[in-house]
């Protein structure tokens, strides 16, 4: 069955520190992975996609990596700001032939406490 | 101005009544989404279409219709409301593909309760 799973559910950290958020994936075949970020109470913004060949891809202070012989990525956030209080989803889409779909996690709630 | 306009952005309403929310955009995309969001089930697609005349159905279209009107506009309607379609809805549009790295560019996102 085609899944994403992410970890932790929710994390709560201290402005100036950094976290990584899981996100393991079942989809097959496996054409990319994308995090978006969602504030609240807003719609969610891309962050990052990592397609099959890439390892590590950075944005400012977010850095995801990607394993796709594990069927694993991670995003590093480094040194939090208050601003980085959201939920960060992880999706992965599965494309093969007229086979195409995104398969959503449900998302890292985090905290950046001040 | 949002690139991807929902209205209304909160709507309470009853059992029974038929409720339309509206999307506009202006980035040019062909491609536009309408998604829901619900604690603990994340993001479902409920219809989609790639321009005017294309309409497609998502994972989750039952007591749902869209319109297409013009490239800019994609309504959503619910002929007559159920408590259990009280959710966050989500426009999207992209440019390419998104299961082939399209990007998705998300509305603001319209609160609905169904009382």
């Known amino acids: 069955k085609n899944q994403v799973e992410q970890s932790p559910q929710s994390l709560i950290i201290l402005e100036g520190k950094n976290c990584t958020l899981q996100?393991?994936?079942?989809?097959?075949?496996?054409?990319?992975l994308r995090w978006y970020k969602q504030d609240t109470g807003r719609g969610p913004v891309s962050l990052t996609i990592m397609t099959f060949s890439e390892n590590t891809k950075s944005n400012g202070r977010y850095t995801a990596t990607l394993d796709a012989d594990t069927k694993q990525s991670s995003l590093h956030i480094t040194a939090s700001q208050l601003s980085d209080s959201a939920s960060y989803i992880c999706v992965v889409s599965l494309y093969a032939g007229n086979n195409r779909k995104l398969i959503w996690g449900l998302g890292t709630s985090l905290a950046v406490n001040p | 101005d949002a690139d991807v306009t929902q209205t209304p952005r909160n709507r309470i309403t009853k059992t029974g009544k038929r409720i339309m929310l509206e999307c506009s955009q202006t980035k040019g995309h062909d491609r536009m989404y309408w998604y829901r969001q619900d604690p603990g089930l994340g993001l479902r697609l409920i219809y989609y279409s790639f321009d005017v005349k294309d309409i497609n159905k998502g994972e989750i279209s039952d007591g749902y219709s869209v319109s297409r009107q013009a490239q800019a506009k994609f309504s959503l309607s619910l002929e007559s409301a159920i408590p259990n379609q009280t959710a966050l809805y989500f426009c999207?549009?992209?440019?390419?593909?998104?299961?082939?790295?399209?990007?998705?560019?998300f509305g603001e996102g319209s609160r609905l309760t169904v009382l």
């Open positions: 996100c393991n994936y079942t989809v097959s075949p496996f054409s990319n």
């Open positions: 999207a549009t992209s440019e390419r593909d998104p299961s082939n790295t399209g990007e998705l560019f």
